[in-house]
């Protein structure tokens, strides 16, 4: 990993008012030094109606801290109630936005498909999607968690090109270890990962090498150092441990 730069994401998920997102983010921001933040990639992930808020502040105070959103549309724009495009995502700012999270899959009933348009919505509007993928404890217990999850991500990527695949950033969720305290050990989080990025080199060539692979799944101040240290792990996307701005901040602060 040693060329890629680790990028350590925050999924807020649906937490923090706009208030507390610009708490959060100025207490994120005083604990970690200009030095720690270009070691790594620091970015945070809040609800949609937080990020003008976010934005403001970051631009104001020049913070080297990166923002995106949870999800976005497929569709430009029009009728279609509810729903928030990669145009104004990029309008906002946003330079990252998690596409195909397990939540989305499980609740949303977001299929491949449906997956791939997104990840195409956020190349096309120039923000990086971060394309999650991971298997369900069934497939764990049945030992096909890389056969699945190498699946998951091609289908994820349906129609771009190296060009573009090299623009996307991939995020190695198992589900059983999200929200659930149960982390999967490092050894197990490169199994899958190391698998991903062979499919990856074998799909598109030399990119395969510059692409960061991340887990996700429970990782916390205190496992995220275990984790880092395994060769094709290149950062964490957080849930839980991302909230509370001391913690995601030590979590930050691994190398
Ligand atoms: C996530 O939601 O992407 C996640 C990894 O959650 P947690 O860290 O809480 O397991």
Redesign the pocket.
């Known amino acids: 990993a040693a060329t890629r730069r680790p990028l350590i994401a925050g999924?807020w998920?649906m937490n923090l008012n706009h208030l507390e997102a610009i708490a959060l983010v100025q207490k994120l921001a005083f604990s970690l030094d200009e030095k720690q933040l270009s070691d790594v990639e620091v970015v945070v992930l809040p609800p949609y109606v937080d990020i003008r808020s976010v934005q403001t502040l970051i631009e104001g105070d020049k913070l080297l801290i990166g923002y995106g959103a949870q999800d976005l549309s497929t569709h430009p724009s029009g009728a279609y109630t509810g729903e928030v495009s990669g145009g104004m995502l990029a309008k906002l700012g946003c330079q990252y936005v998690t596409v195909g999270?397990s939540e989305r899959r499980q609740y949303h009933q977001e299929n491949d498909e449906l997956v791939a348009g997104k990840v195409r919505a956020a190349l096309a509007n120039g923000i990086t999607p971060i394309l999650c993928v991971g298997e369900g404890l069934d497939v764990r217990e049945a030992g096909q968690q890389v056969e699945f999850t190498v699946n998951q991500m091609v289908a994820g990527l349906d129609r771009l090109d190296a060009k573009q695949v090299g623009q996307v950033v991939i995020a190695y969720?198992p589900v059983w270890?999200?929200?659930t305290g149960r982390t999967a050990t490092p050894a197990d989080a490169q199994e899958v990962i190391g698998a991903l990025r062979a499919e990856l080199a074998t799909r598109f060539g030399e990119v395969a090498d510059q692409i960061r692979l991340l887990y996700?799944?429970?990782?916390k101040s205190g496992n995220i150092a275990m984790i880092m240290a395994e060769a094709d792990i290149d950062g964490a996307?957080?849930?839980?441990?991302s909230i509370d701005a001391e913690e995601f901040a030590r979590l930050c602060r691994f190398p």
């Open positions: 999924n998920k999270h969720e270890a999200i929200g996700g799944g429970s990782v996307l957080v849930g839980g441990a």
